[in-house]
């Protein structure tokens, strides 16, 4: 009992390490986020000028072919 005892008292501590971390460096996280949600915003962006694009090419060929 006292090895179950042990291995959940290193696994309390263990949280308890990782929040604490979490808690004093939560600025880390924000700028992490903060990136992640820049990043996605960019390809979202970048995604949709390529589909204007795309289909200004398929009008100019469609123009192209008619005259």
Partial sequence: MDVVW???AFMGHS???VLGY???HHWIFGFL???YLF???DRAVHE???AIEK???EIRKR???EY
């Fill in 6 to 8: 042990s291995i959940g």
């Fill in 15 to 17: 949280v308890e390490a």
């Fill in 22 to 24: 979490v808690e004093t």
């Fill in 33 to 35: 986020v903060g990136g």
């Fill in 39 to 41: 990043y996605l915003h």
């Fill in 48 to 50: 949709r000028f390529s």
């Fill in 55 to 57: 289909r200004l090419d």
């Fill in 63 to 65: 123009l192209a072919i």
